[in-house]
């Protein structure tokens, strides 16, 4: 019962707990409110099981600011974090819609409809895409459905990067083990770690949307038994258990969770573009600048709907527009921004 739980009443920082949401080995989280700003939102107060030594805590701090960092449209923003009496803690927006476990929970290993998939899976894509390209990269290692939330709008904000790595480029590097053994790559278990690992990840996350099944199903599992699965064990093809499924999605979903990093696709939204089949052009490697005088130099009105200016474009649906401040040109943004003439 929540009123059996010691925490609820106390008070942390600036904020009170009002509501235990849920309990594991990894700790507690629990619903919160600001003790001065009674009308701000409902917040979720995390505690760590794990305590931390005088020497560890500036790690604990600087790991909380790599996360307050990544502000991104679906990444759970980090509110607060700290220590109150030796004890750590941080806050976070409050899920209101939940997380994509307890979503898979209650189909009762029915895959889930693929639109509704792709919608989640795309969003997953763009969050990993977004903290990939963050300088230095930032790898989330523990990519799995508990870990991938939603608000009231059902739209997914990615949680839990507490075992994040940097890595000072997007290549492999070695970063000592972590993660949870369903979703981790077969480099993991070695103790390595890159972009590519979260993409095995959301692999592994996306051939059990689409099938209803996990990628591996072990009877008492020990973690050498989930690496030899990982790492020599082929899965079964999706469509065996969805004939439903487009090959399409199929074949991107294999290459995602191919055992061997380099056969995996480029990158995150690569993997996306293949499962949506959106094949517009964009660019990997750096940002082009929003080139002004080139939109300036145009001499000739071109139709409407023209591409005037692709910097990335777009590997998924659109996430956003807004229009130019003159009203003849509209922006679009998913993976990158698209420019458009709109008169």
């Known amino acids: 019962m ?11 920082g600036n904020y009170r707990f009002v509501e235990i949401i849920n309990s594991g080995a990894f700790g507690s989280v629990y619903k919160g409110t600001h003790l001065h700003f009674e009308h701000d939102p409902v917040v979720a107060i995390k505690l760590p099981r794990a305590t931390f030594p005088e ?16 502000r991104y449209l679906h990444i759970l923003p980090i509110l607060d974090a700290g220590f109150q009496n030796g004890i750590p803690y941080i806050v976070t927006m409050y899920a209101a819609g939940g997380s994509l476990s307890g979503r898979l929970g209650k189909r009762h290993g029915q895959a889930l409809p693929i639109d509704e998939a792709l919608v989640i899976l795309t969003q997953v894509g763009q969050a990993l ?62 103790g390595l770690a890159s972009p590519k690992s979260d993409q095995y990840a959301l692999g592994c996350i996306a051939y059990e949307l689409l099938t209803g099944w996990k990628l591996f199903r072990i009877p008492n599992p020990t973690l050498e038994a989930w690496w030899y699965h990982h790492a020599k064990v082929e899965p079964v093809p999706p469509r065996q258990y969805n004939p439903q499924l487009p090959t399409r999605i199929e074949q991107a979903i294999l290459i995602a969770i191919s055992q061997d990093r380099v056969k995996r696709h480029r990158d995150v939204s690569a993997f996306i573009q293949a499962m949506t089949g959106n094949n517009e052009q964009r660019i990997v490697e750096g940002v082009v600048p929003y080139d002004t005088g080139y939109l300036s130099s145009t001499t000739t009105k071109p139709p409407v709907g023209t591409t005037l200016l692709t910097y990335r474009g777009h590997s998924a649906g659109a996430m956003a527009i807004n229009w130019s401040p003159d009203g003849r040109r509209i922006a679009s943004g998913s993976f990158g921004v698209n420019i458009w003439q709109a008169e």
């Open 2 to 12: 929540a009123n059996s739980d010691p925490w609820i009443g106390k008070q942390v």
């Open 55 to 70: 020497e560890e805590r500036s790690e604990f701090i600087k790991e909380a600011q790599l996360q307050r960092q990544l």
């Open 129 to 190: 895409h977004y903290a990939h390209q963050h300088q230095p990269s930032v790898v989330h290692r523990d990519l799995k459905p508990e870990n991938i939330l939603f608000d009231e709008k059902s739209n997914v904000l990615l949680a839990d990067f507490g075992i994040a790595v940097l890595l000072s480029s997007i290549h492999t590097g070695l970063v000592g083990p972590g993660g949870t053994p369903p979703y981790m790559a077969p480099e993991q278990f070695e």
